[in-house]
């Protein structure tokens, strides 16, 4: 039955816990269903909808939405509707259903005489506990993800994503992984449900890299948007191209630029807005830049906002604060009290200090203690720091976490540093000084600038200037030990020209890649690079220097230096990074006697930044600008300046290590509960129970799986599959493993975890099919107490809630299990599972028909449901009193915490708050669905 007649009403064949929908439009293409239940509403391709319809057959009992039950003597139809008369005479429309009815179909197949074979009633129920599990896990959405278990990646993404619509600026230094710590939070906000539609504006150059990072991490499928998608989309009937798609990536520029579209996007309504490369969102008081208003418009209407950037402070304090300003208006609202606050920082970096070296804390401390804790709270805790042993130590560290919540920006930023980061390789600086060509001085006076191949102006017979330039030379040099290169320079002409110099020279192929080159051409150069085959150097104009990452590269060749330190630590990047193996060669050619030298000595000797990364280096450059523009042109005292910047940099430095970048490090990265994470996930990896299950899965439906020594698994469609499509299964068949490093090693070979798709989709499949619900068996040897007929029956409790709820976490889709005697006892514990799957063999329902027709069977039923309702009830207390001891301390720290931390927003508060409440009576209203049953008969009796 295909009628999708307005009000009438379906179940979803494949997200039955979505409750009883209703169809609320439909045409010949689509039709569109609500369930009220779950506050849920879904599109169907009106062909091969995977919907059944819903009626009723007289003798069942139904319920309406306002409570009132009826038993079914009668079924009218008018008009393709259905309308339920009892027997007392009250007619209950479709439209009136409750929609939580839960739907009884395996009693059907039993009488029916259908029964499946009992190794496929114990995979049902398998999948079923394995599933729940699984959705009920603290993992889900972290564990699955194909990364390394970085404790402070996954720390963030803990912390953030389990929070109602975060607002966060993510700011780890560059290499740490930022863009991992956004897909980890926004894949766990969609697994989890808390969020359903996200819209990510990142630079053009790296869309394909988001892309792919998401689709090759997380298995999340984005649309990327651009002008003609969208005149495509609007040339097929929609209004707003934005709304065809729930993840949807773009390019800033192409969005900053066109302002139907910026509308379009406001109009759309998202979850979750993630922007990279937030530092280029440029704001001053009363000035802010396109770039800057956009965002703006679009982070006022999001629910969640993640900003990345590896340089918080690129612009300056007002930078900064105007990106913390698009999380919380109202919690920066001003510039000044901004400053104001971060300058109370240090104290409290002070004392945190002193309570990890447990240095004893003086009175002045205690005072500050007192003023930040409150009275009460701050004798309490200082009390206990003078317990002996593990209990003074565990009172510590409680201090130290309520320090830290009390930090002010604590809770929107997130910054780890590589000083923080084990592990980490060194950089080792190659200086080469080069006699500086005549024909530079000759065409530009003794002030040769920083790139003297663009100032030079050779007459009609004079050699083009990589001919001469010794720089070229060392490039080919190195090269010529056939290690991969990466180059960057200031401007795409050198890189063409360089290109040119090296066929010329060296005959070595180069990749390019600068701002002229579209997008894709960029993609095919970066990929040909990353080919162990391909080119051994890649020629990058500055657009190199940010987002992409070469790490599998270990020698860094800066043909020139950028005057902003930032770029500098933006290029060197590309390469010092997670994943990076070898020390990083930077070779670093200049001219000698030149502002090159200049630019070199002032990072080498003022600011220390090619060893290692100078924080306080953007500082420094922003007060001796004048004086180092003015020495880099000729006229300024080149050795003040860099005695100069070495003491800014000594005292900023130490500035920033006491106050507020420490305070950062300790609040975005907490190391016990962080380590204790890795190891919970490490043992869900090692958990053999996935890989067995899946297996029985393959066998069942038909997929062939073959084995491969490497550690590997080649999926493909079987000749006797049992769907027209299994999920996530391409045509082409697919490489998987259950070994994380195999596939970090393997971009070929998906990792299977709980949260991907195959996985998700295997266990829907089965759990939205009859398969297994039925089964009938006979004992082989029955034991000597074995009844003459056993009715166990396995119920799904479902609590339909909106998903943000995430009532999942305490009450996931729960199978529920009873063992009926012909007494109608629940016998569940004398007569375990195992021990009638073990001890008990497939009967053919028509060899026992007779005894199917038993009027016992029907009252064993009805005493099935009324057992399970006891279990059932028993189950939800549980579950609504865990919900109530994990939630209610979360409220009552929140509403504690925004007391004294002004970053606690409020709709944080009420969220927590409500959800309480909301939660309670979503459970509370969970029903039990009859979903398996299996009779054991005694042979003979």
Request: with cysteine.
């Amino acid at each position: 039955m295909n009628d999708f007649v307005g009000g009438s009403r379906w179940i979803s064949e494949t997200e039955p816990e979505l409750g009883l929908g209703m169809v609320l439009s439909g045409d010949a293409r689509r039709v569109t269903l609500l369930f009220h239940g779950s506050g849920e509403t879904r599109v169907y391709a009106r062909q091969g909808a995977p919907l059944t319809r819903v009626r009723f057959q007289p003798g069942d009992t139904v319920q309406s939405h306002e409570g009132w039950t009826l038993q079914v003597e009668e079924v009218l139809e008018e008009r393709g509707l259905f309308a339920y008369v009892g027997r007392d005479g009250r007619v209950l429309p479709e439209t009136g259903l409750s929609n939580f009815i839960s739907f009884s179909k395996p009693q059907e197949r039993l009488f029916a005489n259908q029964a499946d074979a009992q190794r496929l009633f114990t995979l049902r129920c398998d999948a079923l506990a394995w599933a729940a599990q699984a959705r009920a896990s603290e993992l889900r959405g972290l564990a699955g993800a194909r990364i390394d278990l970085l404790a402070h990646q996954l720390w963030i993404a803990h912390e953030v994503a389990g929070r109602y619509a975060p607002r966060v600026l993510l700011a780890d230094e560059v290499g740490l992984g930022k863009t991992v710590e956004a897909g980890l939070i926004l894949h766990r906000q969609l697994v989890t449900g808390r969020a359903g539609r996200a819209l990510i504006v990142v630079p053009e150059p790296l869309i394909h890299q988001w892309f792919l990072e998401l689709r090759r991490r997380f298995q999340l499928g984005c649309a990327v948007y651009d002008e003609e998608r969208c005149l495509e989309l609007e040339r097929e009937g929609l209004d707003n191209p934005f709304l065809a798609e729930q993840l949807v990536l773009c390019g800033r520029d192409w969005l900053v630029g066109r302002e139907r579209r910026q509308t379009q996007a406001l109009e759309a309504g998202w979850d979750l807005l993630i922007v990279d490369e937030a530092h280029h969102l440029a704001w001053e008081p009363g000035a802010p830049s396109p770039e800057y208003t956009a965002i703006e418009r679009l982070a006022a209407h999001a629910q969640g906002l993640l900003l990345l950037t590896a340089t918080p402070e690129q612009l300056g304090p007002n930078g900064h604060y105007a990106r913390l300003r698009l999380l919380d208006p109202e919690r920066f609202p001003d510039l000044d009290r901004f400053r104001h606050e971060a300058l109370a920082y240090r104290k409290v970096a002070r004392i945190v200090d002193d309570l990890l070296a447990y240095r004893p804390l003086d009175q002045a401390d205690l005072d500050e203690l007192g003023a930040c804790l409150g009275p009460e709270t701050g004798d309490l805790m200082l009390e206990r720091l003078s317990l002996p042993g593990a209990d003074g130590d565990d009172a510590r560290a409680r201090l130290i976490v309520e320090l830290l919540d009390r930090h002010g920006t604590g809770r929107v930023l997130f910054r780890n540093t590589r000083a923080a980061m084990p592990n980490f390789p060194r950089r080792v600086p190659l200086p080469l000084a080069l006699d500086c060509p005549p024909a530079y001085r000759d065409g530009g006076g003794d002030g040769v600038g920083l790139a003297p191949e663009r100032a030079y102006r050779p007459g009609a017979d004079a050699p083009a200037w990589w001919r001469f330039d010794p720089r070229v030379d060392a490039l080919i040099e190195l090269l010529a030990a056939g290690d991969k290169v990466l180059l960057i320079c200031a401007h795409k002409a050198t890189v063409l020209e360089l290109d040119e110099a090296l066929r010329v020279k060296s005959g070595v192929p180069a990749a390019l890649f600068h701002e002229d080159m579209p997008l894709l051409a960029r993609d095919r150069a970066a990929a040909w690079f990353a080919d162990p085959a391909g080119a051994r150097v890649l020629l990058c104009s500055e657009i190199g220097s940010e987002g992409r990452n070469f790490q599998f590269a270990h020698h860094l060749f800066l043909f020139d230096l950028p005057e902003n330190p930032d770029l500098l630590e933006q290029r060197i990047g590309r390469l010092d990074r997670i994943g990076q193996t070898e020390d990083i060669r930077i070779h670093l050619p200049w001219l000698r006697a030149t502002a090159q030298e200049i630019l070199y000595r002032w990072y080498a000797e003022g600011l220390d930044a090619f060893a290692r990364h100078a924080r306080a280096a953007e500082a420094v450059y922003r007060r001796v600008r004048p004086e180092l523009e003015a020495a880099l042109a000729g006229h300024g005292d080149a050795e003040a300046l860099i005695a100069h910047s070495a003491r800014l940099n000594a005292e900023l430095g130490s500035e920033l290590e006491r106050g507020r970048d420490r305070l950062l490090e300790l609040s975005s990265f907490r190391e016990d509960p962080a380590l204790e994470l890795v190891e919970r996930i490490r043992a869900q990896d090692a958990d053999p129970a996935l890989p067995a299950l899946l297996e029985r899965l393959f066998d069942h439906y038909g997929v062939d799986a073959e084995a491969h020594e490497d550690g590997t698994l080649v999926l493909r469609t079987g000749e006797q599959m049992l769907t027209a499509q299994f999920p996530a299964l391409p045509e082409e068949g697919l490489a998987v493993t259950f070994e994380r490093g195999l596939a970090l090693a393997r971009e070929d070979v998906d990792f299977l975890s709980p949260d991907h798709p195959l996985v998700v989709g295997a266990l829907d499949l089965l759990a939205g099919a009859v398969d297994g619900n039925c089964a009938l068996v006979a004992w082989r040897e029955p034991p000597d107490e074995a009844p003459e007929l056993l009715l166990e029956a396995v119920y799904v409790l479902e609590c339909v809630a909106p998903p943000a709820l995430q009532a999942d976490r305490f009450l996931p889709p729960l199978p529920l299990r009873v063992v009926i005697d012909p007494h109608l006892r629940d016998a569940g514990e004398h007569w375990p599972a195992a021990v009638i799957g073990s001890g008990c063999t497939d009967v053919p329902a028509a060899a026992v028909r007779e005894r199917l027709a038993d009027r016992r069977l029907r009252r064993m039923l009805d005493a099935a449901a009324v057992a399970v309702g006891r279990l059932a009830e028993q189950t939800i207390k549980a579950a609504q009193a865990r919900m109530q001891a994990t939630l209610t301390p979360e409220v009552e720290r929140l509403r504690a915490l925004a007391a004294v931390n002004p970053s606690v927003r409020a709709a944080e508060i009420e969220f927590a708050e409500t959800r309480v409440a909301e939660l309670y009576t979503h459970l509370a209203a969970a029903r039990p669905r009859f979903d398996a049953l299996r009779v054991v008969l005694r042979p003979g009796a």
